[in-house]
């Protein structure tokens, strides 16, 4: 579903794409009436992952950890697939339990906002 740098990432348990308009300056007029600037629309992605193998988090966490890369998606907007420049913003890992010295992970999340 998902391509960083042209490498699959592991398919989200769930994925949400928000359409985010960028404004330069908006507000309302003396009459009331919204006055908008849109300068442009951005996608952001949010990933979660119920359960996530260590090995596939830590590949996970190092392929979102550069400053800026390279996404392929899905776009609903478009209905094809789209490349664009992406951030990572906070990532959160949850951790299931520990047994026989390895580490389960759980509730997995992130999201990638287009630059």
């Known amino acids: 579903m998902i391509k960083i740098n042209g490498v699959v990432l592991p398919t989200p348990s769930d994925l949400n794409i928000g359409l985010m308009d960028i404004d330069k300056k908006s507000g309302r007029n003396a009459a009331g009436f ?67 010295g390895n580490i389960r992970y759980k509730d997995v999340k992130f999201n990638l906002i287009e630059r």
């Open 34 to 100: 919204m006055m908008r600037n849109r300068i442009r629309t951005v996608r952001k992605l949010e990933l979660s992952w119920n359960y996530l193998k260590k090995e596939d988090l830590s590949k996970t966490l190092k392929m979102v950890s550069p400053t800026f890369f390279q996404v392929d998606y899905i776009d609903p907007q478009e209905n094809s697939w789209k490349n664009g420049t992406f951030y990572c913003g906070d990532r959160h890992v949850g951790a299931l339990d520990y047994r026989n």
